[in-house]
Structures are given as structure tokens and as C-alpha cells.
């Protein structure tokens, strides 16, 4: 995405994005809440006890006089200690729905709405306000609604290694005895197991505001396990979990032997975000999000791993949006390997790196959720980047928010690594990383604007991609889709790398066009929701750009050995 900044100003809470974007939700000012208790509106939920995630409840009131456009019901995890179980000027809601949204309310006064639970591993309450979110006032709760099993075990996601044989799985619950990865050849028999290694963080291992206070929320026990001694190609039956409770099954594909000639399809996109199932609101509410998610579904049986490459949640320092993001992810990340990249979103704070941008892009995470909640094969914490093996492609991912300049960490890494691919087994090299190399944009601010990123990129790394002869640049950030020719130095020749933008997954689409465009640009896009498929064997690569409406291929590019 664009460079973003949080911008905290008695007590508002918004975010600031240049160039481009506005606010997905309405600001709602914490500092202003008060508490009006009106005993003559009754707020209630049923059922109050769930047991499984995913469930709805109604949510019933009545007895509001002069109902509003402005009257709200929040949605508060865990209740607060207090006599009224919602502190709404220190704790940030999950999420919210306006009160007309229901026909009755208006006119009546009362009404009724559903709303879907995830299981948060905490109990939840509901909180009628009147006054907006810019004067919210707290004026009638509902029962508390309780999970029956807050160790659900659930946010399962797949992820590869370095080894071929290995299959990394991630998952959380609230607490854990023993938790254990079971997995077999066969639905039902899991002759096979690993125990999990099993850690969190709290709001004192992140780095500034919404994340350290207000929008912080346990996160729970975040487990790691690792499948081992798997033969490539051969499909694999999975539960995980312990005493208190187990998964349901899925099954996975393990990765092909390097050098296989098998086809091997990759989706790859950025920016994607997540949003709810109920229409909700959340502090970054990103509703296309749910039509890529959809599409690539519905073609599960055919994709061989997901590349998302930066901006991946959106949560920008809250907490609870990480839960949506997987709950929207799972029933592709436990299906196919689900790899990332880190974007400005996940890491960027004030004075906390030696990078290049000093903004609040990440509200305050500064990466820990990132890299904890999706172990990457990278050298070590903060040094988000690394590549691995996969049938006929090699894939390598950097952190343009990380220095990346000659004698740097990883500049010595990625001159090593790609120096280090074996390209009579690999012979397809794709290359990403968050923000783009190439771009055809207006944006000429510094040091974050899109052509300064673009010419550092350039002046440090692009000798390295053409050196080592790099296929395929990816990027994101940019919430559009462009193709570049095969470009180096800023023009077309024989042996450049074809650039693409693959910015355009969910989050606000964004025109940043300049009135001339450069001449290496092939195509472009700016109005459209999409993804990208990629798709090789030993001797071809086709790169296909497709929309998520309507599921049709707009944009090709085949390269050939």
C-alpha cells in the first residue's frame, strides 16, 4: 500500500493515507466515550453459549427512544472489569454494526440484527451506543456469550521449508497440554506425529500505539509444528490439536522433488487484507478481499502454493484483525502453502529499523504478529527474507523495508542466494518483494514515494536480477496491476526481466499514473480486483493476470527456455 501514517489526535483514531486512499470505516473517537446507562433499552444475545467458530447469534433491543442513523452495537472481547463489562476509552471494539441496519430501528426503536462469532478464546459482550462513533455513549450490554471450548484449535496454515520433505503447520489456541501435529497417507489414520513448539507476544514486545494499548488483545498460544519425512507429491490426512480438543481433517499435497517436471501452479497477489462474513465493521474493513479468497477456493485442486507478498492483514495494531484474516484463510492455507512477504503494513514504525521509512505504516506491530504468526524459512527475526525450492521454480522473497543496499545484510544474503541456485534443476528464478522496482506512477516524494523506492531498488538490486538472470519480478503496494516489458536500466531489451504489480487483491485500487507513461510499460489496470496465477513446467512459464469478478484472464505472458 501507499505510504500511511496513524494519526492519534485526541483520542480519533483514522488512518492517514497519502496519495490515494481514505478511511475503509468510520473514525471513533475512544477518549470521547461516555457512559449514559438508559434502563429503559434492554440489549440482549442468543444464544449465549457457542460451540464452534463461525457461529451466529441475534442480537435483539428495544426500548431506544429517538433511535438514530448514529446508534451503534459493538462488539467487545474480552468484557471488561468493571460493573459494566465494556471500558470503550481504553479497548477498541472488534468490530461494529449500525443499529438501522435493521428495518425496525428507525421507526420503532427496537430491532434485530445476526452477527457471526468467531472464537476468540475470550468471552464476548455487546454494547448499544448512541451518539456516533464521533460521541460515542455506552447505554445498554447484553449478556456475556461464552465459547465452550475457548482451545478450539483453529487459524491452521501450511507453510514450506527449505526441505522438500517437510510441511510446516501453524495453528492457535488458548492453552495447550501437549499440542501435536497427527498426519497420514490415509483419511483417518494418522500413523504419524510431531509435537509443537508453542509461544506469544503481548503488547510490551510491540512498538507503539494502537498496538500496545487499545487495540491490543491476547492473541493466544501460537503453535508451530513441523511434518516430516514426507515424499514429495503424495497427499497427506492432517489433524492438530491435543486433550483439549482437535481439528477437523485436512489433506495437503506434499511439495514436488526440485527439478520435477511437473507443472507447478503458484497464485500470487498483495494487498489483500480481510473483512467479515456479517458486514460488520472493523478498524480496516476490506470486503473484495472476500471475493479473492473465494476464487481461489474454488480452485483448490489445481494450485499448488499462495504467494501473497506484503500487506497482508491490515491490522494495523489490532489485534483481533489478525483472527479475522486467518478465519478468512483457513480453508485455503490448510489446504496449500500459504508463503508471504513482509510489507510496510507489517513492520514499518518510527525509529525502530534502519530502513528507509520512518512512518506508522504497521500501527505499531513493527512485525512481531507477522513473523511469528507466519514462520517464513528466514535466517532469523527481522531478517525477513529468504528462498526455496519448488518442482521446476525457484522462488526467492526480499523486505524493501529493510536496508537492501550494497554491504548490507541482506544484500550479501540475496547475492548468495541467488549466486547459489542450481538453475539445471531450478531453471525457472521468480523474484519478489513488497514495494516495486519498476512502477509507472506521479508519486516522486521521498524517501518513501513510488519512483525514489523504485530507483533505490534499482540502483542496488537490479544489476543482481539481471547478473543471475531472474525470470520474474513480483511486486505489490501499489493497489493495481502492471506489466512492465522485459526491462532493464529503464528499457527494453533482449534478456531484461519482466516486472509485474500485483498490488490489486483487495485493499482501495489506486490510479497513481503519471500524464506520460514510460515506454516500458505493456499494460495496466487500475479499476479491476484481481489475482495472478503463475504456471511452469521445466520449459515454459505462463503468467496469467485475472480479475475476481468475473474469473476471466485479461492479461498473458508467456516466457520460454
Not at 455506552?138 to 527449505?162: C, D, K, W
Not at 522438500?164 to 504419524?192: C, F, H, I, N, R
Request: glycine share 8%; aromatic share 12%; with cysteine.
Amino acid at each position: 500500500m501507499t505510504a500511511a501514517s496513524l494519526v492519534v489526535v485526541l483520542g480519533l483514531i483514522i488512518p492517514v493515507i497519502s496519495h490515494v486512499e481514505v478511511g475503509l470505516f468510520d473514525p471513533l473517537w475512544h477518549d470521547r466515550a461516555t457512559i449514559m446507562m438508559d434502563s429503559s433499552i434492554s440489549l440482549q444475545v442468543q444464544p449465549t453459549t457457542l460451540t464452534k467458530n463461525g457461529e451466529w447469534v441475534t442480537v435483539t433491543w428495544e426500548g431506544v427512544s429517538s433511535p438514530s442513523k448514529k446508534d451503534w452495537i459493538g462488539v467487545y472481547s474480552p468484557p471488561a472489569n468493571n460493573a459494566y463489562g465494556i471500558n470503550a476509552t481504553k479497548n477498541a471494539p472488534i468490530k461494529y454494526q449500525y443499529a438501522y441496519y435493521s428495518s425496525t430501528h428507525m421507526n420503532y426503536g427496537k430491532g434485530s440484527i445476526q452477527i457471526r462469532l468467531m472464537n476468540m478464546r475470550q468471552s464476548i459482550i455487546f454494547g448499544f451506543f448512541k451518539g456516533g462513533t464521533s460521541s460515542p455513549a455506552l447505554q445498554a450490554v447484553s449478556e456475556v456469550v461464552q465459547f465452550s471450548n475457548p482451545n478450539e484449535p483453529l487459524q491452521g496454515h501450511l507453510a514450506l521449508t527449505t526441505d522438500p520433505t517437510q510441511m510446516s503447520l501453524v495453528w492457535v489456541t488458548k492453552d495447550a497440554v501437549a499440542p501435536t501435529v497427527l498426519w497420514g497417507t490415509e483419511s483417518g489414520k494418522y500413523l504419524q506425529s510431531s509435537m509443537a513448539a508453542s509461544g506469544t507476544y503481548s503488547a510490551t514486545d510491540m512498538c507503539g500505539s494502537p498496538a500496545t494499548d487499545f487495540g491490543f488483545r491476547d492473541p493466544g498460544l501460537i503453535h508451530r509444528a513441523t511434518m516430516n519425512n514426507l515424499t514429495p507429491g503424495q497427499t497427506y490426512y492432517y489433524i492438530f490439536g491435543d486433550a483439549y480438543g482437535w481439528s477437523s481433517e485436512y489433506n495437503f499435497k506434499a511439495a514436488p522433488y526440485p527439478g520435477s517436471s511437473d507443472p507447478v501452479t503458484i497464485i500470487a497477489y498483495g494487498d489483500m487484507g480481510c473483512a467479515e462474513l456479517d458486514d460488520s465493521y472493523m478498524a480496516q474493513t476490506v470486503k473484495a478481499s472476500l471475493n479473492t479468497t473465494k476464487r481461489i477456493q474454488e480452485q483448490l485442486d489445481k494450485i499448488d502454493f499462495v504467494l501473497q507478498i506484503g500487506d497482508i492483514s491490515y491490522a494495523l495494531g489490532y489485534s483481533s484483525m489478525w483472527d479475522v484474516y486467518f478465519d478468512q484463510l483457513e480453508p485455503i492455507a490448510t489446504r496449500v502453502p500459504y508463503m508471504v512477504g513482509i510489507g510496510n503494513h507489517e513492520r514499518n514504525y518510527p525509529n525502530t529499523m534502519p530502513g528507509y521509512y520512518n512512518n506508522s505504516g504497521s500501527g505499531g506491530e513493527c512485525g512481531i504478529p507477522h513473523e511469528l504468526r507466519f514462520p517464513m524459512p528466514t535466517p532469523a527475526l527481522d531478517e525477513p527474507w529468504y528462498g526455496f525450492d519448488y518442482g521446476s521454480a525457484h522462488v526467492v522473497i526480499m523486505s524493501t523495508e529493510h536496508q537492501f543496499t550494497e554491504g548490507t545484510p541482506q544484500y550479501s544474503y540475496l547475492e548468495n542466494h541467488l549466486k547459489s541456485v542450481n538453475r539445471k534443476v531450478t531453471p525457472w528464478l521468480i523474484f519478489g518483494g513488497h514495494r516495486p522496482m519498476y512502477i509507472a506512477s506521479k508519486d516522486t516524494g521521498y524517501p518513501d514515494g513510488h519512483n525514489s523506492v523504485a530507483y533505490a531498488l534499482r540502483n542496488s538490486l537490479e544489476p543482481l536480477l539481471k547478473e543471475y538472470k531472474v525470470d520474474l519480478a513480483l511486486w505489490a503496494h501499489i493497489h493495481a496491476y502492471q506489466r512492465t516489458c522485459a526491462v532493464y536500466q529503464e528499457t527494453c531489451v533482449d534478456g531484461g526481466i519482466p516486472h509485474v504489480v500485483i498490488g490489486m487483491a483487495g485493499r482501495n485500487l489506486a490510479n497513481c499514473l503519471p500524464s506520460s507513461l514510460p515506454s516500458w510499460l505493456v499494460y495496466y489496470d487500475h479499476k479491476s480486483y484481481g489475482y495472478s496465477r503463475i504456471t511452469v513446467n521445466t520449459s515454459t512459464l505462463v503468467f496469467e493476470y485475472i480479475h475476481s469478478d468475473d474469473n476471466v484472464v485479461y492479461d498473458t505472458l508467456v516466457l520460454q527456455k
